[in-house]
């Protein structure tokens, strides 16, 4: 069985619009291009473990957040559509890019 010992990964704390995230990160290159892998109710970011590593692996920079109520990340609403959507946009702002492969379900 996999433990979050067995990822090759960086745990990140970021202040979004005052709204602590928690995601995971893993890169061969920093200057790869970017996929955000986005879990599904009711998870978290290991719901990727699997993908991380293939993924880092063919190229891409991933992250993996906590999305606003779950683990690591605050839990503080309101949980609209809306709102989950700035967030993420947020999010890819803080990691300095201008667009990102968006990977996500439910």
């Known amino acids: ?15 979004l619009r005052g709204l602590s995230m928690h995601y995971v990160t893993r890169a061969e290159r920093d200057d790869a291009p970017v996929v955000l892998l986005l879990h599904g109710f009711p998870e978290t970011w290991w719901t990727w473990r699997y993908q991380i ?4 692996r063919a ?20 949980y609209d559509l809306d709102t ?3 967030d993420v946009r947020a999010l890819v702002e803080s ?5 990102v492969h968006l990977v996500g379900h439910d």
């Open 53 to 56: 590593e293939p993924l880092a």
């Open 59 to 78: 190229g891409f920079r991933v992250g993996a957040p906590d999305l606003r109520g779950y683990s690591e990340t605050d839990k503080r609403g309101p």
């Open 95 to 99: 990691l300095g890019v201008a667009k």
């Open 1 to 15: 069985m996999m433990t979050v010992r067995d990822l090759d990964v960086q745990h990140r704390t970021v202040n």
């Open 84 to 86: 989950l959507a700035q």
